[in-house]
């Protein structure tokens, strides 16, 4: 039994490690690992969708007893075990050998969601995913970093879409036993680590530990007994309710994510913001040094020296920005304990044109010396939009600057795409990811061994989303036109464009419908078949991202397209696997210059899918000619969604249908494949997870913890 209740009935003292290697989430990214789990039992661990601690309770007893006594899987075992020892505990790693021990204290990497696996549901899209991936890299290569995020009871919504197409978002609670979080005692075993004041009551802040390799991530969650019922459910939902449950949910980040981190005696060298949710960690400190009796001014440029701050979005809207009033009365005149007065406490989240607001965005920029974008676009864009905060400046001189993301090779990366790197580049390619020009190796991929490992991951798909069609039209479904419409029509040979992502307006899944008799054409010749699968959810408040979802769910009933147009509902990781290792094409729409990254088509690319993309965000500066298409961008005089669309509707009519139908004699499309091989050398070579944070080392932790300068002055306007 372990301290939050999981109960593992029968585990023989031969294996007895498999508990705490299923409490690691490593194992979800070692794929020794992942396939020990999986040959205890295989359809369960299909059916607790890859959940290796579910799998350990529910299996039968005597096929564990069996494994104990399995050689091959004792042997195995041992090997796994030995492998996380070492990859967990190692010294020798990329950030030791360039680094040393630099100043032997953490990164502290506060961020409002992680998503890290789709057993433990407290993420909602792209930045928990980056924020996982961010960890798990850097337990790789072995960057001290701890995690501080929230712990939300309710996790993010489960979607179900009605018959009309609307999405309904569902509230239900998951099995905390399930997941391999592990409750932290405070001093004398109390439940709690710490208390915040806020709403003019004091809150105790417990946290939850979730090791993910060698890097902890403790989640704050305010559901004990102690506090009053308003505060016990602060924590419930991802993003849900209005601003004043959302400065709240903050201020318990900011501010108890800073303290939970000192009584469990943790100092980070560096405080990393990865989003604006997280600047309440720079008040808290700017108190804690005031209280002591530092001056403000010399506060400022500590907590500044010692800060990175990640800005995630370029849509306005996307940024959090409380009225003053409501924060007021979340955290209390802290400025009296600050010694200033309230003026000077706000003016650090006050936007120069919005008069009565705490901009958590604003108030990140003036407390972090070190600020960037997500991609080298994103960067230019970011410097122009927050040029207000630097008057007199040139846009161009805004000291913002850009870590592209990337993703996590070892997560996203399909087994059978591994397997041929294992035959082709040799078993310890792993190992080499560093070595100059190790990916163009991948561009002599044999062309009929690459193609027959995704046409084996394109079955996979279809095989899940029969079944999945399958379990919801005997539960759920009520008409005939919803079992098509889940894509129980696709068919496995035709090609397959995969567009799955938030449902927001500036994303524009609509633009696909824009012609739709051209479109129709596509999708239903019969010599070159085209089917498109969707897949996402629109923000609980988005009324105009639900409505595009639900236009775009409109057409998966329209027999004209002949079952071609599928819908998946709730969309989470262990879906988004499926999709970006098992569609044809990836499609992404983004309005420019309004995606800031967009990392599902590094996800697909590295699985050898191609992508067909505005040239925005990652693509921006990833697309060569070789590895996907590019929609060229509207002319000053154009209309850009009826230019996007015309060129979208072109390069599939003319480049990308033709090529993906066009066959050897062995039934393999030669030319396709090649875009594949290039694809997967352009996200290995520069679009990994592991680039991304040897970057943030590089250019961001190591100068902070020296000391260096900036080079910049804080924002004045």
Same mark, same amino acid.
């Given at each position: 039994m372990t301290p939050h209740g999981t109960h593992i009935p029968y585990l023989p003292a031969r294996i007895e490690g498999l508990a705490p290697l299923a409490k690691n989430l490593w194992w979800s990214w070692n794929r020794e690992a992942r396939n020990l789990f999986r040959s205890i039992d295989a359809s369960l661990w299909g059916m607790t969708r890859h959940n290796p601690l579910e799998l350990l309770c529910r299996v039968d007893p005597d096929l564990i007893a069996g494994c104990a006594s399995d050689s091959d899987f004792l042997r195995r075992y041992d090997e796994v075990m030995v492998r996380m020892h070492h990859e967990t505990s190692s010294r020798d790693t990329w950030f030791t050998r360039q680094y040393g021990d630099l100043d032997g204290r953490?990164?502290?990497?506060?961020?409002?969601?992680?998503?890290?696996?789709?057993?433990?549901?407290?993420?909602?899209?792209?930045?928990?995913?980056?924020?996982?991936?961010?960890?798990?890299?850097?337990?790789?290569?072995?960057?001290?970093?701890?995690?501080?995020?929230?712990?939300y009871m309710k996790g993010y919504f489960d979607q179900r879409l009605r018959l009309d197409g609307w999405q309904e978002d569902s509230d239900d609670e998951y099995d905390l036993s399930l997941t391999p979080l592990e409750p932290v005692r405070g001093p004398q075993g109390?439940?709690?680590?710490?208390?915040?004041?806020?709403?003019?009551?004091?809150?105790?802040?417990?946290?939850?530990?979730?090791?993910?390799?060698?890097?902890?991530?403790?989640?704050?969650?305010?559901?004990?007994?102690?506090?009053?019922?308003?505060?016990?459910?602060?924590?419930?939902?991802?993003?849900?309710?209005?601003?004043?449950?959302?400065?709240?949910?903050?201020?318990?980040?900011?501010?108890?994510? #800073? %303290?939970?981190? +000192? *009584?469990?005696?943790?100092?980070?060298?560096?405080?990393?913001?990865?989003? &604006? !949710?997280? $600047? /309440?960690?720079?008040?808290?400190?700017?108190?804690e040094l005031t209280?002591?009796?530092?001056?403000?001014?010399?506060? #400022? %440029?500590?907590? +500044? *020296?010692?800060?990175?701050?990640?800005?995630?979005?370029?849509?306005?809207? &996307? !940024?959090? $920005? /409380?009225?003053?009033?409501?924060?007021?009365?979340?955290?209390?005149?802290?400025?009296?304990?600050?010694?200033?007065?309230?003026?000077t406490l706000f003016h650090f989240g006050k936007h120069p044109s919005i008069e009565g607001q705490f901009h958590m965005t604003v108030c990140a920029m003036r407390l972090s010396a070190r600020v960037n974008g997500v991609s080298r676009r994103h960067g230019q864009v970011s410097r122009n939009l927050w040029r207000d905060l630097w008057p007199g400046r040139p846009w161009e001189a805004v000291?913002?600057?850009?870590?592209?993301?990337?993703?996590?090779?070892?997560?996203?990366?399909?087994?059978?795409?591994?397997?041929?790197?294992?035959a082709h580049i040799g078993p310890d390619w792993g190992n080499r990811l560093d070595e100059p020009g190790f990916w163009d190796q991948v561009l002599t991929l044999d062309h009929e061994r690459l193609w027959a490992a995704h046409v084996r991951l394109k079955q996979v798909l279809a095989t899940r989303i029969r079944e999945d069609a399958r379990r919801r039209f005997a539960g759920r479904f009520k008409e005939a036109a919803q079992v098509v419409g889940a894509g129980t029509l696709l068919d496995p040979t035709a090609l397959t464009l995969g567009f799955a992502r938030r449902?927001?307006?500036?994303?524009?899944?609509?633009?696909?419908?824009?012609?739709?008799?051209?479109?129709?054409?596509?999708?239903?010749?019969?010599?070159?078949p085209v089917q498109i699968i969707f897949a996402?959810?629109?923000?609980?408040?988005?009324?105009?991202?639900?409505?595009?979802?639900?236009?775009?769910?409109?057409?998966?009933?329209?027999?004209?397209?002949e079952g071609r147009v599928a819908f998946l509902e709730d969309y989470d990781m262990h879906l988004a696997h499926l999709l970006v290792q098992g569609v044809d094409v990836w499609i992404n729409l983004p309005r420019v210059?309004?995606?800031?990254?967009?990392?599902?088509?590094?996800?697909?690319?590295?699985?050898?899918?191609?992508?067909?993309?505005t040239l925005d965000g990652w693509w921006q500066e990833g697309f060569d000619g070789l590895s996907g298409w590019a929609i060229s961008p509207a002319g000053d005089t154009e209309d850009a969604d009826a230019a996007d669309a015309e060129r979208f509707?072109?390069?599939?009519?003319?480049?990308?249908?033709?090529?993906?139908?066009?066959?050897?004699?062995?039934?393999?499309?030669?030319?396709w494949v090649d875009k594949m091989r290039h694809a997967v050398r352009l996200a290995g070579s520069r679009f990994t997870a592991r680039r991304m944070v040897q970057d943030y080392v590089q250019e961001y932790y190591a100068p902070a913890i020296r000391g260096e300068a900036a080079g910049d002055d804080p924002p004045t306007g």
């Amino acid at each position: 039994m372990t301290p939050h209740g999981t109960h593992i009935p029968y585990l023989p003292a031969r294996i007895e490690g498999l508990a705490p290697l299923a409490k690691n989430l490593w194992w979800s990214w070692n794929r020794e690992a992942r396939n020990l789990f999986r040959s205890i039992d295989a359809s369960l661990w299909g059916m607790t969708r890859h959940n290796p601690l579910e799998l350990l309770c529910r299996v039968d007893p005597d096929l564990i007893a069996g494994c104990a006594s399995d050689s091959d899987f004792l042997r195995r075992y041992d090997e796994v075990m030995v492998r996380m020892h070492h990859e967990t505990s190692s010294r020798d790693t990329w950030f030791t050998r360039q680094y040393g021990d630099l100043d032997g204290r953490p990164v502290g990497y506060f961020c409002a969601e992680f998503g890290l696996h789709s057993s433990v549901p407290i993420y909602s899209g792209g930045l928990g995913v980056l924020a996982g991936d961010h960890c798990k890299a850097a337990s790789d290569v072995g960057i001290p970093l701890v995690g501080v995020g929230l712990m939300y009871m309710k996790g993010y919504f489960d979607q179900r879409l009605r018959l009309d197409g609307w999405q309904e978002d569902s509230d239900d609670e998951y099995d905390l036993s399930l997941t391999p979080l592990e409750p932290v005692r405070g001093p004398q075993g109390r439940p709690y680590l710490t208390t915040v004041e806020t709403s003019g009551r004091p809150v105790h802040v417990r946290a939850w530990r979730m090791m993910v390799g060698r890097v902890p991530i403790y989640l704050l969650d305010t559901n004990l007994e102690l506090n009053h019922p308003d505060d016990r459910g602060l924590m419930n939902k991802l993003y849900a309710g209005g601003p004043d449950l959302r400065v709240r949910q903050e201020w318990i980040l900011g501010v108890g994510g #800073v %303290r939970v981190l +000192r *009584a469990l005696g943790i100092d980070p060298a560096v405080w990393h913001a990865n989003e &604006g !949710h997280a $600047a /309440f960690m720079m008040i808290e400190r700017l108190r804690e040094l005031t209280v002591a009796g530092t001056p403000l001014d010399e506060a #400022v %440029r500590q907590v +500044r *020296a010692h800060s990175v701050f990640t800005t995630h979005t370029p849509v306005p809207a &996307g !940024h959090d $920005a /409380f009225a003053v009033e409501a924060l007021e009365t979340c955290a209390g005149p802290i400025w009296e304990e600050m010694g200033i007065d309230r003026e000077t406490l706000f003016h650090f989240g006050k936007h120069p044109s919005i008069e009565g607001q705490f901009h958590m965005t604003v108030c990140a920029m003036r407390l972090s010396a070190r600020v960037n974008g997500v991609s080298r676009r994103h960067g230019q864009v970011s410097r122009n939009l927050w040029r207000d905060l630097w008057p007199g400046r040139p846009w161009e001189a805004v000291p913002v600057g850009h870590v592209t993301n990337g993703i996590h090779l070892a997560t996203w990366m399909a087994s059978p795409i591994m397997e041929l790197l294992d035959a082709h580049i040799g078993p310890d390619w792993g190992n080499r990811l560093d070595e100059p020009g190790f990916w163009d190796q991948v561009l002599t991929l044999d062309h009929e061994r690459l193609w027959a490992a995704h046409v084996r991951l394109k079955q996979v798909l279809a095989t899940r989303i029969r079944e999945d069609a399958r379990r919801r039209f005997a539960g759920r479904f009520k008409e005939a036109a919803q079992v098509v419409g889940a894509g129980t029509l696709l068919d496995p040979t035709a090609l397959t464009l995969g567009f799955a992502r938030r449902f927001a307006t500036y994303k524009r899944a609509n633009l696909i419908f824009r012609d739709l008799e051209r479109l129709r054409r596509l999708l239903v010749d019969q010599r070159r078949p085209v089917q498109i699968i969707f897949a996402g959810k629109a923000h609980p408040a988005d009324t105009p991202g639900k409505e595009v979802l639900q236009s775009v769910y409109q057409f998966t009933r329209d027999p004209e397209f002949e079952g071609r147009v599928a819908f998946l509902e709730d969309y989470d990781m262990h879906l988004a696997h499926l999709l970006v290792q098992g569609v044809d094409v990836w499609i992404n729409l983004p309005r420019v210059p309004l995606e800031a990254s967009g990392t599902s088509g590094m996800k697909a690319a590295l699985n050898g899918v191609p992508q067909l993309s505005t040239l925005d965000g990652w693509w921006q500066e990833g697309f060569d000619g070789l590895s996907g298409w590019a929609i060229s961008p509207a002319g000053d005089t154009e209309d850009a969604d009826a230019a996007d669309a015309e060129r979208f509707y072109r390069l599939l009519e003319e480049q990308v249908v033709p090529l993906f139908h066009s066959r050897n004699a062995a039934g393999v499309p030669i030319g396709w494949v090649d875009k594949m091989r290039h694809a997967v050398r352009l996200a290995g070579s520069r679009f990994t997870a592991r680039r991304m944070v040897q970057d943030y080392v590089q250019e961001y932790y190591a100068p902070a913890i020296r000391g260096e300068a900036a080079g910049d002055d804080p924002p004045t306007g």
